[in-house]
């Protein structure tokens, strides 16, 4: 079976659809959709040109995809967070005991998308937030959901927006996205 996400964004909402289509060609068919929310609390639009924020969500590749593509940011690099340097390397990675999650640093500039709307992005397109050391087939702690802040606003808008989303259940089970 192959899947493609179909993202629809209205009014502050993406809806997100994920399509399965049968290897016989017998058409698509929804398997889940949700309303994913934009954030009630965010940072202020910024007067600086460049921010950045960081994110995991499964492989670094697939999340980059994503937000290359997003309005308003202007770099998406693939690379590691939450390990020691000195163990940041592919295959020491892949082993799963570094510490490190596959993660990817996007550049953005704030008077064009804030860091919420990024974070409506992360929760609705880029990956399952609900799937604890694993993205799909990818498994081990270097593919967690994690948010990796880098300032006490992006902190506290990122728990905020996990707590919103719980408590609206947009997600079937239990957000295990680590800040």
Request: aromatic share 8%; charged share 15%.
């Amino acid at each position: 079976m192959n899947s493609t996400r179909a993202v629809v964004v209205a009014g502050g909402l993406v809806t997100v659809g994920l399509f399965a289509s049968a290897l016989s060609g017998a058409g698509r068919q929804a398997e889940h959709a949700r309303m994913v929310p934009a954030p009630v609390q965010d940072e202020r639009a910024g007067s600086g040109t460049s921010e950045t924020a960081v994110f995991a969500g499964g492989c670094f590749w697939g999340v980059q995809g994503v937000f290359q593509h997003v309005k308003g940011v202007t770099n998406a690099v693939s690379g590691y967070a939450g390990g020691d340097k000195r163990t940041a390397q592919y295959e020491e990675v892949g082993t799963g005991r570094t510490g490190h999650a596959e993660s990817v640093q996007v550049t953005y500039d704030p008077r064009v998308i804030t860091y919420g709307r990024l974070l409506q992005i992360l929760f609705s397109v880029a990956h399952d937030p609900t799937q604890l050391d694993r993205q799909g087939p990818d498994v081990g702690p270097q593919y967690r959901s994690a948010i990796f802040p880098n300032s006490p606003g992006q902190a506290s808008v990122a728990k905020a927006y996990i707590d919103q989303l719980m408590k609206a259940r947009v997600f079937p089970g239990a957000i295990v996205t680590r800040i």
